[in-house]
């Protein structure tokens, strides 16, 4: 099975700030089919990022993802107070489906 | 709008068996995947596997195969995580999600608010 390494565990940051997340796979993604998921204390994740660039319906233009192959990442290009969260990435080109462990980010 | 709406919280004894559910709504229900993802307390998200409600064709993550099964019930458009004999180890939160219709490319979409299984003696 697919590995999904991301990086940093934990990012402290300030609003405003520009940050991004990364999600390295242990082989090759087939299709890049790579997801991205926002998760809140007590909420369920919240699909952000699909087919490693596509914005998801009412996600914010500050959320972008990018890469191919084994490297992708996710990048807020302007912190806002309710980004503050656990982001996970997934990989669905490969049975079976693999979430990474997760990045949280924090306010400073 | 799509909605899953999942059963309430459970609190179990070791050995028991459990059903919990995950009913839809908003969409064509046998027409796309429903997965499963569990998350332990404090920890990340687990892929469990899918299945597709119009055949009841279930894929299981390595993890979880011979360790749960997926179900349907088709005429009330609801999805079932069952286990036959729980462990403490299966304290989790679970959440069910509706994925696309083609299972080569589909991933969680909209998702239930979660069900939260103890398990203790």
């Known amino acids: 099975e697919i590995v999904l390494t991301q990086s940093p565990g934990t990012l402290s940051l300030s609003p405003g700030e520009r940050v991004t997340l990364s999600c390295r796979a242990s082989?090759?993604?087939?299709?890049?089919?790579l997801a991205w998921y926002q998760q809140k204390p007590g909420q369920a994740p919240r699909l952000l990022i699909y087919?490693?660039?596509s914005r998801a319906t009412d996600i914010p233009d500050r959320f972008s993802g990018s890469g191919s192959g084994t490297d992708f990442s996710l990048t807020i290009s302007r912190l806002e107070p309710e980004d503050f969260a656990v982001y996970y990435c997934?990989?669905?080109?490969?049975?079976?489906?693999?979430f990474g462990q997760g990045t949280k980010v924090d306010i400073k | 709008e799509v909605q899953l709406v999942q059963s309430g919280a459970e609190v179990k004894k070791p050995g028991e068996s459990l059903k919990i559910s995950c009913k839809a709504s908003?969409?064509?229900?046998?027409?796309?995947?429903i997965g499963w993802v569990r998350q332990m307390p404090g920890k990340g998200l687990e892929y469990m596997g899918i299945?597709?409600?119009?055949?009841?064709?279930?894929r299981y993550s390595p993890s979880f195969q011979g360790q749960v099964t997926f179900s349907v019930d088709k005429s009330i458009s609801t999805a079932y995580l069952q286990w036959s004999s729980l462990k403490a180890s299966d304290t989790a939160i679970y959440y069910c999600?509706?994925?696309?219709?083609?299972?080569?490319?589909?991933?969680?979409?909209?998702w239930g608010q979660g069900t939260l299984v103890t398990v203790s003696s």
């Open positions: 999600a509706k994925h696309g219709g083609d299972f080569w490319s589909s991933f969680p979409q909209n």
């Open positions: 908003g969409y064509s229900f046998t027409k796309y995947w």
């Open positions: 299945i597709y409600p119009d055949d009841s064709d279930a």
């Open positions: 082989q090759r993604v087939s299709s890049d089919y």
């Open positions: 087919d490693a660039s």
């Open positions: 997934l990989q669905y080109g490969t049975s079976p489906r693999t």
